[in-house]
């Protein structure tokens, strides 16, 4: 076992967050809360952040008030449809993950789920997020089930790649086109710079998350950037980061934000040049304290769009 002072609630995972509302759930219920990752919050918040970080600058962009409307469906559709992916993720990695310490726990390879009833928490979650993105107009509907293709894609990835993380990037970082479709209509170039830029910070925290498995994986032959890169981890953590803040500036710079945007991307900055810093490769609890963290970059990222959003309006 890699995570020693860990001590997680029966069923759940060693990654889980201690004492959450989930523990407190009925037991029927508990093992589909997991599975959707209730009891990992981290996974919506990362994705939520740059549909905001869209939505923000999109509104800058258009001289509009940021959409407080808009930032409740982003995060209704980001619970829904981090739960959807990580359902997903299960059923089709449910073999692997009884061969793995931290996943071995999970709801489906514990046996505390059938994978017909995983199926169906599947097209109940799916369901909802398609009604959160059938509130929006045309194109970013469209756009926004396109989405699904690299969601679909991702669990196979980590057997024929050592760069599943691409993939999940592609997957989590689509919310930084969304903000754009809902309020512009279009994806403009800021847009297209803020997606590749947030792909880059996928890339780099999920390189950090899976520093977790390194041991496993290499037992299962799963392949993991963290893996490729191995004693060079930092240098690519810090490649993938500087290449994350420095499209994220283009992006910035193409909306024509202010000072406050600008404030905002330079503590983002300094938040993920501290985590390469203090990085070490053979701590898996640091490993996940750092990933965690990343919703700290992201949140001072936002209030600084935001915060520009609204100056420019007043």
């Known amino acids: 076992?890699?995570?020693?002072?860990?001590?997680?609630?029966?069923?759940?995972?060693?990654?889980?967050?201690?004492?959450?509302?989930?523990?407190?759930?009925?037991e029927a219920i508990r093992p589909y809360a997991r599975m959707a990752r209730l009891d990992r919050p981290i996974g919506w918040w990362l994705l939520v952040l740059p549909c905001w970080w869209s939505a923000a600058l999109a509104a800058r962009m258009a001289g509009q008030v940021p959409d407080a409307?808009?930032?409740?469906?982003?995060?209704?559709?980001?619970?829904?449809?981090?739960?959807?992916?990580?359902?997903?993720?299960?059923?089709?990695?449910?073999?692997?993950?009884?061969?793995?310490?931290?996943?071995?726990?999970?709801?489906?390879?514990?046996?505390?789920?059938?994978?017909?009833?995983?199926l169906l928490f599947l097209a109940l979650q799916a369901l909802i997020g398609l009604g959160v993105l059938l509130t929006f107009n045309?194109?970013?509907?469209?756009?926004?089930?396109?989405?699904?293709?690299?969601?679909?894609?991702?669990?196979?990835?980590?057997?024929?790649?050592?760069?599943?993380?691409?993939?999940?990037?592609?997957?989590?970082?689509w919310g930084a086109l969304m903000g754009f479709a809902v309020q512009l209509?279009?994806?403009?170039?800021?847009?297209?710079?803020?997606?590749a830029g947030t792909i880059f910070w996928v890339v780099g925290?999920?390189?950090?998350?899976?520093?977790?498995?390194i041991e496993d994986d290499a037992i299962v032959g799963i392949g993991?950037?963290?893996?490729?890169?191995?004693?060079?981890?930092?240098?690519?953590?810090?490649?993938?980061?500087?290449?994350?803040?420095?499209?994220?500036?283009?992006?910035i710079s193409l909306a024509g934000?202010?000072?406050?945007?600008?404030l905002g991307l330079l503590a983002f900055a300094t938040h993920l040049g501290w985590q390469a810093l203090i990085l070490r490769r053979e701590d898996p609890l640091q490993a996940l304290r750092l990933f965690r963290a990343n919703r700290d970059a992201g949140f001072v990222l936002f209030a600084g769009l935001m915060l520009d959003a609204l100056i420019a309006v007043m």
């Open 205 to 213: 925290y999920d390189t950090i998350y899976a520093l977790q498995d």
């Open 69 to 118: 409307g808009l930032f409740l469906l982003f995060l209704i559709g980001a619970v829904v449809m981090r739960g959807a992916g990580s359902t997903w993720n299960d059923i089709s990695d449910r073999d692997l993950d009884a061969s793995v310490a931290r996943t071995a726990s999970r709801p489906l390879p514990s046996g505390q789920v059938s994978v017909k009833q995983a």
């Open 257 to 262: 934000a202010g000072p406050a945007a600008w």
């Open 1 to 26: 076992m890699r995570f020693p002072g860990l001590s997680p609630a029966p069923g759940a995972t060693p990654d889980a967050v201690r004492r959450s509302f989930v523990e407190r759930l009925p």
């Open 138 to 173: 045309r194109f970013a509907i469209v756009l926004g089930l396109l989405s699904l293709a690299p969601v679909l894609v991702y669990p196979f990835m980590k057997r024929v790649t050592h760069h599943p993380q691409v993939v999940l990037g592609l997957a989590f970082a």
């Open 185 to 195: 209509g279009t994806v403009p170039l800021a847009g297209l710079l803020l997606y």
């Open 224 to 251: 993991s950037t963290a893996r490729a890169y191995g004693r060079h981890v930092r240098l690519f953590i810090v490649a993938m980061y500087g290449a994350a803040s420095t499209l994220i500036g283009a992006a």
